[in-house]
């Protein structure tokens, strides 16, 4: 999939990896309030938007009077964001079974992995980077099982309250090798490289692998990694990458790449060029 930017779009922001669920609030409301005052023309989600994601249809499940509706609470925020400006949203390792009745309902556009994302005449190869973690054996054949669209059917087959329960059973594992110190493989340098020359891109933006960052990989490649939200970490992690294009005649044609926190999204950098 390729995406050119309109001309007008002069600041586009960049996150993934916020992992929202309803026990974690703090995340959720720094998300909310970011998408609410974010100067950005566009807003790309790169993937694990969602802890987990069990299917379109936990939209529609029954709820008791004093239940909040998280879902249905992400859903209008996402709504609200994209009545201003356009928000594309990429399935992650944790959220693939999104699909379009999600993206109907929040009036977003899901986001093919991997989509060129073009500006200003510069290439950007836009993935949420799992794929490319060659090293972690075990989840590329989980994920070779999981993307299969037979698997993903009879999944989607079962009772929603079955998926419920084998989520949290997957939250409790993922949660154990955290405690554990579990080190997760990186995206291998070669097989990337490979993708942004096939793509004709020189530049990556990705997430996943929580190590942000920005990675020269020779030849005037480079490698832009996304932070993964946690605000009730210590000390609490959130971060948007934000390309901002100068709109001054000397600046022209060029894409600055800034790392900036979601409390300040709301402004934009008066920096030399801007």
């Known amino acids: 999939m390729e ?16 992992h929202l669920q309803a026990d974690e609030p703090d ?26 994601w069990v299917g379109d249809d936990v939209l529609e499940r029954p709820r008791s009077p004093t239940e909040s509706g998280f879902e249905l609470d992400c859903v209008k925020v996402l709504r609200n964001a994209a009545s201003r400006m356009n928000v594309y949203i990429m399935q992650g390792n944790r959220d693939f079974l999104m699909g379009s009745a999600l993206m109907n309902a ?10 060129v994302f073009e500006i200003s005449g510069q290439r950007w190869l836009l993935t949420h980077g799992d794929a490319l973690c060659l090293d972690d054996t075990d989840y590329m054949q989980f994920r070779s099982m999981v993307r299969d669209t037979q698997w993903q059917q009879d999944f989607l ?20 090798r955290k405690q554990e110190g579990t080190v997760y493989a990186d995206v291998d340098v070669a097989a990337a490289t490979a993708c942004m020359d096939t793509l004709h891109a020189k ?18 490649r480079e ?22 294009v100068p709109t001054t005649s000397q600046h022209a044609g060029t894409v600055r790449v800034e790392r900036i926190s979601p409390s300040t999204a709301h402004l934009i950098a008066s920096t030399p060029g801007a």
């Not at 995406?3 to 916020?18: G, N, T, V």
């Not at 087959?157 to 154990?176: H, N, T, V, Y």
């Open 203 to 220: 530049h990556m933006i990705h997430g996943h692998t929580h190590r942000p960052g920005n990675h020269p990989m020779g030849a005037g």
């Open 106 to 115: 929040c009036a977003c556009t899901l986001l093919e992995d991997p989509t």
């Open 157 to 176: 087959g079962q009772p929603l309250a079955k998926r419920l329960e084998l989520a949290q059973q997957m939250r409790l594992q993922s949660e154990a």
């Open 223 to 244: 490698r832009v990694v996304l932070s993964d939200w946690d605000l009730s970490a210590l000390p609490p992690r959130a971060e948007v990458v934000r390309l901002y």
């Open 27 to 52: 995340t959720f409301q720094t998300w909310r309030h970011y998408l609410q005052h974010t100067a950005a023309d566009a807003v790309f989600i790169l993937g694990d938007l969602f802890e987990v």
């Open 3 to 18: 995406l050119l930017a309109p001309d007008h779009w002069r600041c586009i922001d960049f996150i993934s990896d916020l």
